[in-house]
């Protein structure tokens, strides 16, 4: 299986509809991939906290249309990252969009657990209260955003709905980069699991980015690490090792709690 995650530095500068243009022209690249993946809320920036009321957009509003078309374009599954998305009701979540390779969207994930400490996201941003995920013809993909990635009871979640590949979008800032490999390792080695984690590159809102996204094995081997800037990082690996690494050490079935 082939898998590319695209690392997009999230700039000032650019604005939000060039950027949309230009990661779709991205992806449209990756032709010949089995999965393309993008990071959190790179359309704004995962800490420009200030732009998610005036950028946030229907689940099917600019950015979904822009991605299905890539996707169909392309003929990739993709993990599009998520968006602020505005519900009917009003409430904005992190909310990821997962793509087939016809452009349909098959899978949507509000993102559950809201970091900012009674600040920023975890106040301005709704609660999502469903696990996510989604068959591919390779691998079963579990869906987390970010911030779920310190909170391991939620893959075991993913896994025990079959998850044999993680795939997790971040918007992670470089002071907590070491956080951010090590956690990413570890959530496949306790799940015997792919971990395909994306990150942003750049400074958005004054937040120096962590990039460095990275694709680790069931074993905890990293595959495949993505440097601080924008980079495509591009890896192949077998889905099979997933059943065998359970199968070789079956950590899994001596769960108690």
């Given amino acids: 299986m082939r898998a590319s995650l695209i690392q997009i530095a999230v700039n000032e500068d650019e604005s939000v509809e060039s950027r949309r243009r230009r990661v779709a022209s991205l992806v449209r690249d990756q032709a010949g991939a089995d999965l393309v993946v993008l990071p959190e809320l790179w359309t704004t920036g995962a800490f420009a906290f200030e732009e998610f009321g005036s950028e946030a957009e229907p689940l099917e509003g600019p950015t979904h249309e822009v991605m299905a078309k890539a996707a169909s374009d392309a003929g990739v599954w993709l ?12 409430t904005l979540y992190n909310t990821s969009l997962l793509f087939s390779p016809s452009g349909e969207l098959a899978a949507s994930y509000r993102k559950i657990h809201r970091f900012g400490f009674d600040k920023g ?5 709704g ?25 391991p009871e939620l893959f075991r979640g993913l896994v025990d709905a079959g998850a044999e590949t993680l795939v997790i979008p971040a918007g992670w800032p470089e002071r907590r980069r070491a956080h951010w490999t090590l956690l ?10 792919f971990v ?9 809102a ?19 690490e993505a440097g601080a800037d924008e980079e495509i990082l591009t890896v192949e690996f077998d889905p099979g090792k ?6 070789q050490f079956p950590a899994l079935k001596d769960r108690v709690l």
């Fill in 206 to 224: 004054r937040v120096p980015q962590a990039g460095h996204s990275i694709v680790v094995d069931p074993w905890g081997e990293v595959l495949a």
């Fill in 184 to 193: 990413a390792r570890a959530r496949a080695v306790e799940n015997q699991a």
């Fill in 121 to 125: 996201e975890a106040v301005l941003m």
């Fill in 196 to 204: 395909l984690a994306c990150g942003t590159a750049g400074t958005h």
């Fill in 242 to 247: 997933v059943s065998v690494t359970r199968e």
């Fill in 127 to 151: 609660r999502g209260e469903d696990l996510v995920t989604v068959r591919l013809p390779e691998t079963t993909v579990g869906v987390a955003t970010c911030y779920d990635l310190r909170f």
């Fill in 79 to 90: 993990h599009a990252g998520s968006v602020p998305e505005r519900a009917p009701d009003g």
